[in-house]
């Protein structure tokens, strides 16, 4: 055979090699992910119920992804810094966070948001819906939504609620109570439910309109008194408990939890963590500390939040408006 065929097919042979090897280099990564630990920010300070549904998530999917999901909490700004935080992080995969309440109202309620809240995310899963907890101090005086409403009447702006933070169904929750039963009270922010739920047991605020998460095992000791919940019905989870509706016509506010992942992150990644996170939430481990709480699990596919949380856009934003709430 002549040199220059000979040479020909050894380059040849070399190229289709360097080929195959790329092919299946990029195969191998393709398929590897996650590679390394994920980061799971929580917009809120340590101690409250969207940090014990993170931490006991991230316990199921890292068994499931095989690396660890780390949690990370970045409160403040009514959990806008947490959020932008992920943002405006690289679209691989290994930062992800959760929303909750906040995340749907934010864009209505704060004139200029770090990021675009249509634009900026793809969705991962819905964990699951539940109720708010307007709870009280064991020795408090007021012992139902009536006995609330009539101090509030002899007394405006003296009665404070607490929040986890601006825009949180903690705070919403709160002035929709003000603004459909027309009383006055005082609406106190803090960087997480963990804080504001210290404070009120220390009896700097008066009451919270809790997550079930944050607020049950206090509930469960008796060191804070459930005087009603949030949702259009009483939850089984707070059994005796009405609903705040019966007293003030036309409330109903839910709260809820899914995951993001910045947008344009690869399909692949999101299949694999949103599998990783649906079957972290239908585990043991997570039924025995959440659903106990009223958190009913929902477990979706990402789309399913999609749709859920532009519905909760919509309604908020319209309530928003008519109410002339604004973030303190």
Avoid: C
């Avoid at 042979?13 to 195959?20: E, Q």
């Avoid at 966070?97 to 704060?110: G, K, L, Q, R």
């Avoid at 939504?145 to 929040?163: C, N």
């Amino acid at each position: 055979m002549p040199a220059f065929i000979r040479s020909s097919a050894a380059r040849l042979g070399a190229l289709i090699a360097t080929a195959a090897l790329t092919a299946a280099a990029a195969t191998a990564a393709h398929a590897a992910f996650p590679e390394k630990p994920i980061r799971l920010v929580v917009p809120f300070a340590p101690g409250g119920g969207t940090d014990l549904i993170a931490r006991t998530l991230a316990v199921g999917m890292s068994k499931e992804l095989g690396q660890q999901v780390i949690v990370e909490n970045k409160p403040g700004a009514g959990t806008v810094i947490g959020t932008d935080s992920v943002a405006k992080s690289p679209a691989d995969g290994y930062s992800i966070v959760i929303a909750t309440f906040a995340h749907a109202v934010n864009p209505s309620m704060v004139p200029k948001l770090p990021y675009n809240a249509e634009k900026a995310f793809t969705p991962i899963t819905l964990i699951g819906k539940g109720p708010n907890v307007l709870v009280v101090r064991a020795d408090s005086p007021i012992r139902t939504v009536q006995d609330l409403l009539a101090a509030a009447r002899a007394k405006p702006g003296k009665l404070t609620y607490a929040s986890q933070g601006n825009g949180t169904s903690a705070h919403l929750a709160g002035e929709m109570m003000t603004n459909l039963a027309k009383v006055e009270m005082i609406h106190v922010p803090y960087r997480g439910a963990g804080p504001a739920i210290t404070d009120l047991l220390g009896g700097q605020v008066d009451m919270i309109f809790g997550t079930a998460a944050a607020v049950s095992s206090f509930v469960d000791t008796g060191k804070l008194r459930a005087i009603g919940v949030t949702t259009a019905t009483p939850s089984d989870a707070f059994k005796g408990v009405p609903a705040i509706g019966q007293d003030v016509p036309g409330y109903q506010v839910e709260s809820w939890y899914g995951l993001y992942a910045p947008a344009g992150t690869p399909a692949e990644a999101i299949t694999k963590l949103s599998a990783a996170a649906r079957k972290a939430a239908h585990g043991p481990e997570f039924s025995r500390k959440i659903e106990q709480e009223g958190l009913a699990v929902v477990a979706s596919e990402p789309a399913e939040l999609d749709r859920y949380v532009k519905a909760e856009e919509a309604r908020w934003k319209k309530i928003v408006k008519e109410n002339n709430i604004k973030p303190d």
